[in-house]
């Protein structure tokens, strides 16, 4: 069965600073991933997904992710965050399975400081 | 106006009362699901529609009940309301091709609070 485990709940950060959040899943199958991104009393939007093809995809505000399948990881990275990117950072997974059920991680709390 | 539309946004009501959180989306997409979120613990799905006459258990479906009203409609109900049901509740839709790749478009939420 597949997880995602995101192994920082909060993580603070100064403004124009680099940041990462780590994400790793478990699937004995192709999985596709997806980095989400919450803004307070919103909804979830996507950030970028990789679905096949180059293992560094880039999304939207600056932020990329690297698929690296020999160590089950999808880290979400920016090289210099602003104040706007405080928000909550979801990573998913989802596998061929007749359904195509996305699981969610917890969540990483990003609070960029000035 | 957003695609996806969820009511109410925040609701507070009392432990044994029914509740109904409605989802409508101009999307035209097929698939809809309802999630849970909580602190520290993700999204979690309660049901899941691929089409209107299709209906889905999730992880977390005790408790939970679903109609699918039409293809833009997907409501979310809660027969008796316990305080543990209290949490954020998202819709989320998806069409055939990013349906087929897990790819979610989400509401803005809907606050239950349940005392």
């Known amino acids: 069965a597949q997880s995602v485990t995101q192994l920082d709940s909060q993580v603070p950060v100064f403004e124009e600073a680099p940041v990462e959040l780590r994400c790793n899943y478990s699937?004995?199958?192709?999985?596709?991933l997806f980095w989400y991104v919450q803004y307070p009393n919103q909804g979830l939007q996507l950030l970028l997904k990789?679905?096949?093809?180059?293992?560094l995809v880039k999304g939207i505000n600056g932020f990329e992710a690297e698929f690296n399948k020999s160590q089950t990881s999808f880290h979400l990275r920016k090289p210099s965050v602003h104040i706007s990117d405080t928000a909550e950072y979801f990573c998913?997974?989802?596998?061929?399975?007749?359904?195509?059920?996305?699981?969610f991680g917890a969540g990483t709390r990003l609070f960029v400081k000035a | 106006d957003a695609d996806v539309t969820q009511t109410p946004r925040n609701r507070i009501t009392k432990t044994g009362k029914r509740i109904m959180l409605e989802c409508s989306q101009t999307?035209?997409?097929?698939?809809m699901y309802w999630y849970r979120q909580d602190p520290g613990l993700g999204l979690r799905l309660i049901y899941y529609?691929?089409?209107?006459?299709?209906?889905n258990k999730g992880e977390i479906s005790d408790g939970y009940s679903v109609s699918r009203q039409a293809q833009a409609k997907f409501s979310l109900s809660l027969e008796s309301a316990i305080p543990n049901q209290t949490a954020l509740y998202f819709c989320?839709?998806?069409?055939?091709?990013?349906?087929?790749?897990?790819?979610?478009?989400f509401g803005e939420g809907s606050r239950l609070t349940v005392l």
């Open positions: 699937s004995s199958v192709s999985v596709y």
């Open positions: 989320a839709t998806s069409d055939l091709y990013s349906g087929n790749t897990g790819e979610l478009f």
């Open positions: 999307k035209g997409h097929d698939r």
């Open positions: 998913a997974v989802s596998e061929e399975d007749g359904g195509f059920k996305t699981i």
């Open positions: 990789y679905l096949s093809g180059s293992t």
């Open positions: 529609s691929f089409d209107v006459k299709d209906i």
